[in-house]
Structures are given as structure tokens and as C-alpha cells.
T-cell receptor
């Protein structure tokens, strides 16, 4: 069975500061990993995905994530936070050949302060 | 525009009533999914369908039913057997054109009154 743990349900950063959102996974096979962002009362938008190619994945809006197999992690980073980054972020895992079923973490609410 | 359309956006249900949430996609995706979102719990899979006329239970299927009579449509019925139906429901789809990445609709809020 696969699972995802997101450390920190709420993260607060200053505008212009580094954003780091943590995600650890467990999977019985090499997984596919995803980060999604959700704005209030909206659906989820894909930020980036890892599917066993380059371990450093660049996504939209300046976000990137690095797959570290030894640490079973897929942390999301952005060098400089912007007010528009305030949203909820979800890490998700799927197993290749598993019907594309995603297992989600519980989410991290990012607050950006002036 | 291509995309996933969910309706209605907001729905109120009286206890004991069944309600159906609509999900339509024009992306030609083979697979469709229904997730439920509750605060602090992330998203949980209710049902999914990988092909027309076939669907499988997800992790929390009790009290829900679905059909997949057409490729573009995957309606979800929340039955009176669902004990705690108030939640945000998200429909999603995936296919070859999306590299099998799952994309989501805008969601539907269901409130039991």
C-alpha cells in the first residue's frame, strides 16, 4: 500500500522568502509523484510531476521538487514566495500500472505574509 | 474549451434524499475518478472508471454509486446510506493525451440540511 505524509498542515513565510513544503511517501514500487495546488473553492491544479526521469522536476509558477529515493522524499520548493502563492498544496503518489489512482497527503496550507 | 465540467457547484440535500453530481469531460480521456475532500483529510477516492461500462470502488465507496454509460460522463450519486455526505466532491480524468496525469474539475459542494 502506498501513503503520503506532508509535514506541517500550515506553513507561513514572508514574501520573497524560500518556500519549502515537505512530502514523504511510502510505496512498494518506484512511484510516480505529484504536487497539486488548490485555491479556495476550486479544483486542484497540477504543479509538477515526477515519473522516473530527471530527479529534479521543474513545474509552473517557479516551483520545483526533487525526488530523493534514499529519503523517500519529494519536497516542494520555490526560491522566492509571492503573495499569489498562498493556497493549499497537496502531494500525491501513484504506482505505475496501478490505474493512475492517486493517494494524497493531507495538504499544507501556505500563508504568505508581507 | 477543453476541460472537466462539474455541476452543480453548490447543492443542498435534505437528509434521506439521494442526489446526483454531474461530471462531463471533453478531453477524450478514458479514465475518470471521483474524490471526496474533507478539511484536514486530503482527498479520498470514492470510485473510478478506466473504461466505459466498467468502474471500481475506491477507498470510501459505501453510500455512493456511479455509472459510466458514456466515455465523457461519470455521474456520482450520493445515496441516503451515506452517513456524512457534507463535503467537497472533485471529479477528475486522465488519458493518453494527458500522459496519464490526472486533471481535476472545479468541484461541487454538497451540504446536507
Amino acid at each position: 500500500a502506498q501513503s503520503v505524509t506532508q509535514l506541517g498542515s500550515h506553513v507561513s513565510v514572508s514574501e520573497g522568502a524560500l518556500v519549502l513544503l515537505r512530502c514523504n511517501y511510502s510505496s512498494s514500487v518506484p512511484p510516480y509523484l505529484f504536487w497539486y495546488v488548490q485555491y479556495p473553492n476550486q479544483g486542484l491544479q497540477l504543479l509538477l510531476k515526477y515519473t522516473s526521469a530527471a530527479t529534479l522536476v521543474k513545474g509552473i509558477n517557479g516551483f520545483e521538487a526533487e525526488f530523493k529515493k534514499s529519503e523517500t522524499s519529494f519536497h516542494l520548493t520555490k526560491p522566492s514566495a509571492h503573495m499569489s502563492d498562498a493556497a493549499e498544496y497537496f502531494c500525491a503518489v501513484s504506482e505505475p500500472g496501478g490505474g493512475n489512482k492517486l493517494t494524497f497527503g493531507t495538504g499544507t496550507q501556505l500563508k504568505v505574509e508581507l | 474549451d477543453g476541460g472537466i465540467t462539474q455541476s452543480p457547484k453548490y447543492l443542498f440535500r435534505k437528509e434521506g434524499q439521494n442526489v446526483t453530481l454531474s461530471c462531463e469531460q471533453n478531453l477524450n480521456h478514458d479514465a475518470m475518478y471521483w474524490y471526496r475532500q474533507d478539511p484536514g483529510q486530503g482527498l479520498r477516492l470514492i470510485y473510478y472508471s478506466q473504461i466505459v461500462n466498467d468502474f471500481q470502488k475506491g477507498d470510501i465507496a459505501e453510500g455512493y454509486s456511479v455509472s459510466r454509460e458514456k466515455k465523457e460522463s461519470f455521474p456520482l450519486t450520493v445515496t441516503s446510506a451515506q452517513k456524512n455526505p457534507t463535503a467537497f466532491y472533485l471529479c477528475a480524468s486522465a488519458g493518453r493525451s494527458s500522459g496519464n496525469t490526472i486533471y481535476f474539475g472545479e468541484g461541487s459542494w454538497l451540504t446536507v440540511v
